[in-house]
T-cell receptor, first 113, second 111 residues
Framework: DGGITQSPKYLFRKEGQNVTLSCEQN?????MYWYRQDPGQGLRLIYY???????QKGDIAEGYSVSREKKESFPLTVTSAQKNPTAFYLC????????????FGEGSRLTVL | SQQGEEDPQALSIQEGENATMNCSYK?????LQWYRQNSGRGLVHLIL?????REKHSGRLRVTLDTSKKSSSLLITASRAADTASYFC???????????FGKGTKLSVKP
């Protein structure tokens, strides 16, 4: 089945540690996105990638980093510079940049202790 | 930047009733989308309506778009307990092309 797989589903880390969230898609989509969702809030864009080896900052990129070395993979690293990293992180993809609907993964919930 | 705002923030109805959620936005759009999110899960796309369209249907869903009022509504007819979820509108801005999500309406359908 085609889709987007995020892992891990739940992640606990201590303050000051970097953590990497995985996002893999087998939909052959060019564009991929990372969003952050806080309780009762909408989605805020962290980073997006239109094509392999290219990515751009979104609205809240500070304290995060990404890479896009392969078309199907778009990992997100939450660095120690992110002041409030506890949140629900969602990865999405689409055939082209904001071309039609976005397909979402099931999310990763990060809790910093 | 907050483009889409859903109203109400929360809605509680009985099974079988209709549920109406509204979305207002501020600047010109290319299209507007509605997504559904079950608690703790990812978002699922429901419907996309383009700026030159006024109404679209998909099963029990009916979406309207009024560009003069910069607003859209999502109607779920004959609601079921399984419709319990948060519903988000997302707009693609004509000026920037990016997709901006609202804060969502939390719908609770009681059996």
């Amino acid at each position: 089945d085609g889709g987007i797989t995020q892992s891990p589903k739940y992640l606990f880390r201590k303050e000051g540690q970097n953590v990497t969230l995985s996002c893999e898609q087998n939909l052959n989509h060019d564009a991929m996105y990372w969003y952050r969702q806080d309780p009762g809030q909408g989605l805020r864009l962290i980073y997006y990638s239109q094509i392999v080896n290219d990515f751009q900052k979104g609205d809240i990129a500070e304290g995060y980093s990404v890479s896009r070395e392969k078309k199907e993979s778009f990992p997100l690293t939450v660095t120690s510079a992110q002041k409030n990293p506890t949140a629900f992180y969602l990865c999405a993809s689409s055939p082209g940049l904001y071309a039609g609907e976005l397909f979402f993964g099931e999310g990763s919930r990060l809790t910093v202790l | 930047s907050q483009q889409g705002e859903e109203d109400p923030q929360a809605l509680s109805i009985q099974e079988g009733e209709n549920a109406t959620m509204n979305c207002s936005y501020k600047t010109s759009i290319n299209n507007l989308q509605w997504y559904r999110q079950n608690s703790g899960r990812g978002l699922v796309h429901l419907i996309l309506i383009r700026s030159n369209e006024r109404e679209k249907h998909s099963g029990r869903l009916r979406v309207t778009l009024d560009t003069s009022k910069k607003s859209s509504s999502l109607l779920i007819t004959a609601s079921r307990a399984a419709d319990t979820a948060s519903y988000f509108c997302a707009t693609t801005l004509r000026s920037q092309g990016n997709l901006i999500f609202g804060k969502g309406t939390k719908l609770s359908v009681k059996p």
